[in-house]
Nanobody, 127 residues
Framework: LKVVESGGGLVQPGGSLTLSCEAR????????IGWFRQFPGKEREGPLC????????YYADSVKDRFTVSRVNAANTVYLQMNDLKPEDAAVYLC?????????????????????WGQGTQVVVSS
């Protein structure tokens, strides 16, 4: 079981990029997907956003109103649309698959961590 990210690249400040997270070896519809990012020499940041297998989507304040996550179960893929990119968004973006963050009447978004991680895709924001 694994997830594979793609779609990273170089984009100018203010530009847009769409990342993909493809599930391989399992059906995406039964899993929650979360997006994280890692800056050089720093700890992983996130989750930036979470697309639960069932329930509302979560966005961290740092990406709210700029990033949009969507899932296409038929394609076994989750997409991360990133708009108005800033130089500080440059990082390796990773997706992870795991259980639903809902437990005991609460959605545990900020503490969610996936079980299956991809290798990441590099995003560079520069003019």
């Amino acid at each position: 079981l694994k997830v594979v990210e793609s779609g990273g690249g170089l984009v100018q400040p203010g530009g847009s990029l769409t990342l993909s997270c493809e599930a391989r070896g399992f059906m995406l519809e039964s899993y929650t997907i979360g997006w994280f990012r890692q800056f050089p020499g720093k700890e992983r940041e996130g989750p930036l956003c979470i697309s639960p297998s069932d329930g509302p989507t979560y966005y961290a304040d740092s990406v709210k109103d700029r990033f949009t996550v969507s899932r296409v179960n038929a394609a076994n893929t989750v997409y991360l649309q990133m708009n108005d990119l800033k130089p500080e968004d440059a990082a390796v973006y990773l997706c992870a698959a795991g259980p639903n963050p809902y437990y005991g009447g609460t959605y545990y978004y900020t503490s969610w961590r996936g079980d299956y991680w991809g290798q990441g895709t590099q995003v560079v924001v520069s003019s």
